[in-house]
């Protein structure tokens, strides 16, 4: 029997449901590849919060639960640059839903809640994008539809390099400078400083921020 439990209804949890693009155009090796990092990506953003989990099912999909839903674009975005970094035909597309009272199975393939429906629901109608936001409020859904297309095509358009840059970036506890990522990177500072202008790497850390904000502002 699953285990069940209901949150209070001022419990806001964000759900990402996601799955691999144009999986089975992937040899075998790349696929193993791209699986193991996802599952490290999907570890990594569990470990930042203890009620956090998440499931790969069907090899090319996974739904994530998160209990810190302000980051909830940030993590993301740190799976798609962490793929794209690895290799330019990795990708998933990713909808997350915001919202409150879940209801937490032990299985999460059959929890519900308003965050697991908007996410499965939006994940389905998705077409040409790859990263959708949907809540119950039109006035966040409005503010951030247009931001969220915005970085979406940037992201889909950005190179190797470019998103390796993006995730130290979006990774970083502490702010990195130009020289500390190409020593990362094995590059030269000028080319970093180059690579972030060219693909507005900080216009998508500032609508990390907002979308932080905005959600303590809306939900919280």
Do not use: W
């Amino acid at each position: 029997m699953n285990k069940r439990k209901q949150g209070d209804k001022n419990t806001v949890i964000a759900v990402l449901t996601g799955d691999i693009v144009r999986s089975t155009a992937l040899s075998q090796l790349m696929y193993d590849d791209l699986l193991y990092s996802l599952n490290s990506q999907l570890t990594m953003i569990c470990n930042n919060h203890p009620a956090n989990q998440f499931a790969i099912t069907r090899g090319d999909s996974f739904q994530v639960i998160l209990h810190d839903p302000e980051y909830a674009a940030k993590y993301a975005l740190l799976i798609r640059t962490s793929l794209k970094s690895q290799c330019i035909n990795y990708d998933c597309r990713i909808s997350i839903g915001i919202g409150r009272d879940p209801v937490i199975r032990q299985s999460i393939g059959h929890s519900t809640g308003d965050a697991f429906t908007l996410s499965g629901r939006a994940l389905d109608e998705m077409k040409s994008h790859t990263l959708k936001i949907s809540t119950l409020d039109s006035q966040f859904n409005e503010h951030f539809h247009l931001l969220t297309e915005y970085v979406d095509q940037q992201v889909a358009t950005m190179t190797e390099r470019q998103c390796a840059i993006a995730y130290l970036l979006l990774k970083k506890d502490k702010p990195l400078t130009q020289g500390e990522i190409a020593d990362k990177l094995g590059a030269n500072r000028v080319s970093i400083n180059r690579s972030i202008k060219s693909a507005n790497i900080t216009l998508i850390e500032d609508y990390i921020i907002l979308f932080a904000k905005k959600i303590t502002e809306y939900f919280r």
